[in-house]
């Protein structure tokens, strides 16, 4: 529970993430930075912050978009020139770069809202994907 302009009710955060915690790491996605930024604690945002780039496709059209385009294995290397290790190959098309907004335009929002100050971009190096499932 939490109570915001003298009203009582209950938080719910889906795709985002509280703001009063210190440092927060934004993450893009395998082909593009991610941000460590600084929260400004704000009762108009709801103390919260956007959690990541957000996707653009749903994921059952990344196959059927990205398909004729690229094979599994150049989808493990991405632009920025990082690795992605990755078994499942609907899961490769599904996470694949183009599948999510630009980090930078959501990170460029929040700072132009007052709502962080951006501290450092991180360049992925390696990812590893997968579906959560483990294998005997």
């Known amino acids: 529970p939490c109570t915001v302009a003298g009203e009582a009710g209950w938080l719910h955060r889906k795709g985002a993430t509280p703001d009063g915690q210190g440092l927060v790491i934004i993450p893009g996605s395998r082909g593009d930075y991610s941000w460590l930024v600084k929260p400004v604690v ?20 990344c196959k059927d978009r990205l398909s004729a385009k690229f094979t599994p294995r ?20 599904e996470e694949a770069p ?9 990170v460029d929002c929040l700072a132009d809202a007052g ?11 390696l ?9 005997a």
């Open 127 to 135: 990812t590893l994907k997968t579906s959560g499932e483990k294998s």
């Open 115 to 125: 709502l962080i100050t951006p501290v450092a971009c991180l360049r992925p190096v």
């Open 74 to 93: 150049q989808l493990c290397r991405t632009g920025m020139g990082s690795r992605v290790i990755c078994r499942d190959r609907q899961l490769i098309y």
């Open 42 to 61: 704000s009762e108009e945002s709801l103390f919260s912050l956007a959690h990541g780039a957000g996707r653009k496709w749903m994921r059952t059209e």
């Open 98 to 106: 183009q599948a999510y907004k630009s980090i930078d335009s959501v």
